[in-house]
């Protein structure tokens, strides 16, 4: 079978979802689980769009060596030298340039003329090339643009050096037929892509929920490359699930007769650290990694499965990595038996992350009869949410009831040692809890999102809270757990202004961009 790459760009078109900024350390914990997954190149970020994204790419570029680590640039000079920059450290470095190429965009967006275009994009090209030769150059809107333009363009860049071609579906407008013709119409009339065994690349949107059936028309006709992202976020509607696309193709290898590098048992871990990490739940009817994937209520269907499971069941939950038994740890665990199951969940943590969670750990085990891998995934989030931290709850005291007026004290701690205290009353008290943060922080920001879960199971189950704020136009996301669900709701809120702080830190001078 012919094996087909994958390409994930979790960290640059995933983190674009609205609300879904991720640290540098979770970015770095998410990049070491892609790459143990066998991802073969991951798209760790826009260097130029902020000082932030730069780092966070350089991070990432020093601690992978198995993967290639690729970073975004427009077609212009100063994008370019940033991302060759910021890929210096890499074992294997990309720089993935992209310029306009619809009629559309031409127009409205750069308002240049074709033979611009293509002179911008070869010279772009050939910048990169002075970095590293692996050069990946996308059309952008490529499934809106005119199939004599697309082969011309497509001809340059070949010509220019570029050694991977993406032809993004960059509004998710195509259809499977379509947009799988475009590629074998250009194989067929274009010599080069063989005689220089050029990568054709797929990068598919959901807009009207065929990136994944597009992704697979594209390699049906010869694309050898897919650009999906973890629980298929992204922009807008999101990208091609990388889980739902990996699994048809190892599932449907008879139809297929394609394959990848993936170890499919990462991916429902690979899931869990995106969807912990950003904030960004997974529907519980989602594909392959959804909570209800292998759940059967139907009387039929559970004698089906009882007397063979094949009968109701394509896959094998062991398959994506589904635990089997959840109920993992307890209060006599020791380190040795945290530290393993931390690293089956995908984390790689330091000693003194391992040693802070595993404090935390014991500490909700007197609480807690009964600990899940939800339980010790949420104290990981805490402890890489802490590492740049600008604040720290230290205290929490409300006054609450039917008669009474709801009040709340709060004392945080900043990143230098200061601790404030602060009260105010509010209309319950959350309102009062918020509002003293706010006080202590100076960061006002409107609260767009407050939603409420159990994480496990039982009546001894850790509340989880998340919210979203929007602060002059950004939204950022905050996730907060604690067995007190009002102590939950204040690190929620506490973690969301941290971001937005760090976000307005690192990106005082964001450069204006679009994405692919």
Known sequence: MDTVRIFDTTLR??????????????????ARLLEMMGVDIIEAGFPISSEGDFQSVKAIAEVVRKSVVCALARCHPKDIERAGQAISPAHRGRIHVFCATSKIHREHK???GKQQIIE??????????SYTPDVEFSPEDASRTELDFLEEITQAA????????????TVGYATPEGYGSIFRHLIERLPIIRQKNIILSAHCHDDLGLAVANSLSAVINGARQVE????GIGERAGNASLEEFVMNLRVRSDAYRLRTNIDTTKLYPASRMVSTLTGLTVPRNKAIVGQNAFAHESGIHQDGVLKYRETYEIMDPASVGVPK???VLGKHSGRAAFKDRVAQLGYTLTDEQIESTFVKFKALADKKKEIF???????????????????ELQNLQVISGTNAIPTATVVLKDSSGKVDTDASTGDGPIDAIYSAIQRITGVRASLTDYRIRAVTKGKEAMGEVQIELDHNGTKVRGRGVS????????QAYLAAINRLRMHEYRNREITQHSGV
Do not use: F, H
Request: include cysteine; charged fraction near 25%.
């Open 483 to 490: 067995t007190d669900i009002i102590e939950a709701s204040a």
């Open 158 to 169: 070949i010509e220019a050096g570029a050694t991977t071609i993406n032809l993004p579906d």
């Open 110 to 112: 750069l308002r240049k």
């Open 325 to 327: 038994n959840e109920l």
């Open 13 to 30: 078109d995933g983190e674009q979802s609205p609300g879904a900024t991720l640290t540098l350390p979770e970015k770095v914990e998410i």
């Open 228 to 231: 999906c992202t973890i629980n």
């Open 120 to 129: 911008l994009s070869v010279q772009s090209i050939q910048q990169a090339r």
């Open 373 to 391: 891998d939800e339980d010790i995934e949420a104290l990981i989030d805490d402890i890489l949410e802490r590492s740049t931290s600008l604040w």
